[in-house]
């Protein structure tokens, strides 16, 4: 299917462990982007990447890693999951700077 | 630094009457990306619209129109004749020209339109 795509939609996991975030994107859009939802902060940017194997840092990155290999995915990994990291997950992509940008529907990560 | 502004954390009106939803923005770039989203209840985030900083011409979309002031720095977004489907959070965002394309969120206004 055409888009951006998250999975899981939903996952809960342990503190301490280990989870990844899956985002794939079919129209080789240069620029994606990770965002975290918190009620009473709006969405709020971890990491972001301009093409691929170029990623960066964004507001919020402590606990979270990235990879982008390949221009379609971009996978962001909590290391040791904690409880102050549940939260929603967007993942975004965009073709250019300043362009519209199209998220994907939310992985809805608890930590317990 | 940016940032996005949006001051009223919820709203509540009655269908069919008109809401304005504010949003207030700082950056030191000429040249900047204005961007509002809807959140309905339903989670998915959904692109409005985009501005950008040398287009202060308001745009007006069915019920939904926008007020783009430089002088103020703002851009307000207004629903005329609101419906129970207008509920949501709207999301006001901003992009400047240096910043690799990230999206400086405002933490969104509720809107809850009642029957």
């Known amino acids: 299917d055409a888009g951006i795509t998250q999975s899981p939609r939903y996952k809960i996991t342990e503190t301490g462990r280990q989870v990844t975030l899956m985002c794939h994107q079919t129209?080789?859009?240069?620029?994606m982007f990770w965002y975290r939802q918190d009620l009473g902060h709006g969405l709020r940017l971890i990491y972001y990447?301009?093409?691929?194997?170029?990623?960066d840092k964004g507001e919020v990155p402590d606990g979270y890693v990235v990879s982008r290999s390949k221009t379609e995915n971009f996978p962001l990994t909590l290391e040791s999951a904690t409880r102050s990291q549940t939260s929603v997950y967007f993942c975004?992509?965009?073709?250019?700077?300043?362009?519209?940008?199209?998220f994907g529907s939310g992985t809805r990560l608890t930590v317990v | 630094a940016q940032k996005v502004t949006q001051a009223q954390t919820e709203i509540s009106v009655v269908e069919k009457e008109d809401v304005t939803l504010d949003c207030v923005y700082e950056?030191?770039?000429?040249?900047?990306?204005l961007f509002w989203y809807k959140q309905p209840p339903s989670g998915e985030l959904v692109f409005l619209i985009r501005?950008?900083?040398?287009?202060?011409q308001n745009e007006i979309s069915g019920r939904y129109s926008w007020n783009f002031q430089k002088s103020t720095s703002s851009f307000n977004f207004t629903i005329t004749a609101s419906q129970v489907v207008d509920s949501a959070v709207y999301f006001c965002?901003?992009?400047?020209?240096?910043?690799?394309?990230?999206?400086?969120f405002g933490k969104g206004t509720k809107l809850s339109v009642k029957p």
């Open positions: 975004a992509s965009s073709v250019e700077q300043g362009r519209g940008y199209t």
């Open positions: 129209w080789s859009h240069s620029y």
């Open positions: 990447s301009a093409a691929a194997d170029i990623t």
């Open positions: 950056t030191r770039d000429t040249t900047y990306y």
């Open positions: 501005r950008n900083s040398f287009d202060e």
């Open positions: 965002a901003l992009s400047e020209e240096g910043s690799q394309g990230n999206l400086i």
